[in-house]
């Protein structure tokens, strides 16, 4: 008899919750797997609470049920490498842009480096609050460069005691990783800034200066290159020639481009992916922005679909690179393209040897015609089209990027405890990358939104910037 009260109520107080919302008869992606299966969500407080098979007979008190059979669903995507900067002229601008990536089901951002850091904290701070609809932003604060660097904003290291005070800056600031730029830096302090903040235990990405090798940046620590050109460069038999010529400057950057590409060994490029793996090092290819870029000379981009959602002040900064891909000559415009479908053979190689990847667009001003939002879903198209399977490419968003920066006890995947950030498909991905751009409704934290509400406040932004 007491066993029969006990379970009375038992049950009667699991009926007693009240779930946020319960997602009903979805079918569930298990990126781990690629194994789909039809589920109830149930999400409380921002929460995940668990993920059951679906019962007919069970009736559970929720704020919101909503139906999703036949769709699919997947944790947010990720993308791993934004920017938000510009200066405070275009602060607007930069704060528009979270919008468009809700709206594309990017439910988290890695801004990798910029000069709005006060501006980014603070919407950090305002959409973790419910105050401003944007995604989750981990941030690396201004970069790390040297003397008179490319990009404002960053901090100008010289000597080991400026490393100590940049890493002190950027931990008062809590920035989420390190990010370093090679304009500037020289190859000693920039290695040196590395194995200063792992010893912090902070976690490291970034471009890589030429005058040094990328063994020897694998060596000093770093968790993530951006980019394939450093990759491209520790893959070529003649690195350590090329090396010493950009550090007498008898060649520069681009110049290199090339005689590495010619160099491209694949004994050498096999030990360099062993180590990249072994050091759990992960790469962000960008392949869309390359492909952008590498073609401006021959692509109209007037009638983009998502040129009407720019301020025209972010258009402007589009300017430098466009003239600078308009004034190459035929010999440079050639290279370039040829160096971008080498790219998606490195993609597939560093994949299929285990590396991990990260999906990033490298959207934001001054890279042009690489909108925010739309920019990821291109670059997993990018990642499939090199032979990559959907599976593994969506693998390379929110999975993967949840493992870099440590947070995959909270993100990257649909389980119980994890934060409700999701993302749910009309159709399945895992037979068409570009399902990902089929968004019915996004889910940030527990708060819904349909896609049609969410492309209503992208049709009065497009408004405002005509």
């Keep these: 008899m007491l066993f029969v009260i006990m379970s009375f109520f038992s049950c009667k107080e699991d009926h007693a919750i009240a779930y946020d919302v319960i997602l009903k008869n979805g079918n569930v992606i298990d990126l781990e797997t690629g194994i789909v299966s039809v589920k109830d969500i149930f999400i409380k407080d921002g929460i995940i609470e668990k993920l059951v ?21 997947l944790p947010g995507f990720w993308d791993n490498h934004v920017h938000f900067r510009g200066g405070d002229s275009l602060l607007k601008a930069n704060r528009d842009f979270l919008k468009l990536y809700i709206t594309n089901g990017i439910t988290t951002v890695r801004d990798a480096g910029g000069d709005l850091t006060a501006a980014v904290m603070a919407w950090r701070d305002s959409i973790a609050s419910g105050d401003l609809i944007g995604p989750t932003i981990f941030t690396s604060g201004p970069k790390i460069d040297g003397p008179n660097g490319t990009w404002a904003g960053s901090l100008e290291v010289t000597n080991k005691s400026d490393i100590a005070i940049a890493l002190d800056s ?21 290695l040196n800034t590395i194995k200063a903040a792992e010893e ?7 471009h890589m200066p030429f005058t040094v090798t990328l063994d020897a940046t694998i060596s000093a620590g770093v968790d993530a290159v951006e ?3 450093y990759i491209m460069k520790g893959c070529a038999a003649n690195e ?16 290199a481009m090339p005689l590495l590409m010619a160099g491209y060994t694949d004994s050498v490029a096999q030990k360099t992916f062993a180590n990249l793996k072994n050091h759990d090092v992960y790469v962000v290819p960008t392949l869309h922005i390359g492909e952008t870029l590498s073609y401006l000379d021959e692509t109209n981009h007037q009638n983009d679909a998502y040129l009407k959602y720019m301020d025209t002040d972010i258009v402007k900064t589009y300017a430098g690179r466009i003239q600078r891909a308009l004034n190459a000559s035929e010999e440079q415009t050639r290279d370039r393209k040829a160096l971008q479908q080498f790219f998606g053979v490195l993609t597939k190689s560093l994949h299929d040897s285990g590396v991990g990847l990260l999906a990033g667009s490298d959207s934001g001003a001054f890279n042009s015609y690489t909108y925010p ?6 670059e997993l198209e990018q990642l499939v089209k090199t032979g990559i399977s959907p599976l593994e490419a969506l693998k390379t968003s929110a999975y993967n990027g949840a493992r870099f920066l440590k947070k995959d006890t909270d993100y990257g995947q649909l389980k119980a405890n994890n934060i409700a950030d999701i993302v749910i498909l009309n159709g399945n991905p895992l037979d068409d990358i570009s399902q990902t751009q089929n968004i019915r409704m996004v889910i940030k934290e527990g708060a819904v939104w349909e896609i049609n509400n ?8 497009a408004n405002d910037n005509n």
């Design 53 to 73: 098979i679906p019962n007919d007979a069970e009736h559970i008190a929720a704020t919101k049920v909503i139906d999703v059979t036949d769709q699919y669903i």
């Design 170 to 190: 950027l931990q008062s600031l809590q920035v989420d990783f390190v990010k370093l730029y090679d304009s500037r830096i020289t190859g000693e302090n920039y």
């Design 200 to 206: 912090r235990g902070l976690i490291t990405s970034g």
């Design 227 to 229: 980019h394939l050109y």
């Design 240 to 255: 350590a020639a090329i090396t010493s010529q950009l550090v007498r400057k008898e060649i520069g950057f681009w110049d």
């Design 373 to 378: 939002g739309i920019s990821l879903h291109k």
């Design 454 to 461: 969410l492309n209503k406040q992208l049709e009065s932004l």
